[in-house]
């Protein structure tokens, strides 16, 4: 939706998310007024966003890689800091015709959807293990009318990842960050599930059973691509050379921050 914006109810909506300490009080309180359908809604969505409520779920999808994906409790809000992610893998699937991919901890589908959108040829799937995740997942599938494959199922036990063979990539924003992290989350990021960004105590739980328990799943020479933490690189990059992979790169985000790690099924 896009309502014209009344500037009286655009200077009220302001002031209440500068008095709930929103940084962008003005440009959220415009998007607001634009979306909801009248100033009851308006004032009410308001109120939730003071106190911090993300504004993705509240507005009910947010945009990435060109894609309005559908987000709301229960599924992890896309990132921009994503969309490295899929650059890279795009980048480095341009030779392979057809690539079979597997997006492991898919949330939203954002990065499967995004993947199928730029390569129509490509044979996705994504696997998920939540199932308020998962709706979020086929929602946005049907409303994109994007064919991908979406699979219900936990990445880090060995019979899912037996049932992929011949895969030409695996692409993964797994959960990422450490206790300490999740000990002292930014007031929104709670609202999300803890189930997808909790990495076990040092982060990197996700990381280690993945680059092990599907480095059979790929073809030789298939790539993994991860998103990481920006303190993760080194880590990372180690636990990929450790269990098989070759040319294993470090690659950085728009704000120069490592983002990516990547490398190749021998
Ligand atoms: N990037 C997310 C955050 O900073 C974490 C996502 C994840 O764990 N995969 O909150």
Avoid at 186 to 202: I, K, M, N, R, S
Wanted: glycine share 8%.
């Amino acid at each position: 939706m896009m309502n014209r914006v009344e500037p009286a109810l655009l200077h009220e909506l302001t002031g209440m998310l500068q008095a709930g300490g929103i940084a962008d009080a003005a440009l959220e309180a415009k998007w607001i007024c634009e979306d909801m359908p009248d100033a009851a809604a308006a004032r009410e969505t308001a109120r939730r966003r003071a106190k911090h409520e993300p504004l993705q779920y509240l507005l009910g999808s947010w945009e990435f890689y060109g894609l309005r994906i559908a987000v709301g409790q229960g599924v992890l809000i896309p990132r921009a800091d994503t969309e490295t992610l899929v650059e890279a893998a795009l980048d480095r699937l341009k030779q392979t015709a057809s690539p079979r991919i597997a997006d492991l901890c898919t949330g939203s589908g954002c990065i499967a959807l995004a993947l199928k959108s730029q390569r129509p040829d490509a044979d996705v799937t994504g696997i998920e293990k939540s199932a308020d995740a998962m709706k979020f997942a086929e929602k946005n599938r049907t409303a994109l009318s994007l064919d991908i494959r979406l699979l219900s199922g936990d990445v880090l036990q060995a019979e899912t990842a037996a049932s992929f063979t011949e895969l030409d990539c695996i692409v993964s924003n797994p959960p990422y960050l450490t206790a300490g992290d999740m000990a002292h989350l930014q007031q929104e990021v709670t609202f999300e599930p803890a189930a997808a960004l909790d990495g076990g105590a040092d982060g990197l739980h996700f990381y280690r059973g993945i680059t092990r328990l599907w480095r059979d799943s790929l073809k030789p020479g298939g790539l993994l691509a991860f998103e990481i933490g920006f303190t993760q690189g080194a880590a990372a990059a180690e636990i990929m050379r450790q269990n098989g992979y070759e040319h294993v790169e470090v690659l950085r985000d728009l704000n120069g921050n490592d983002r990516v790690v990547l490398g190749y099924r021998r």
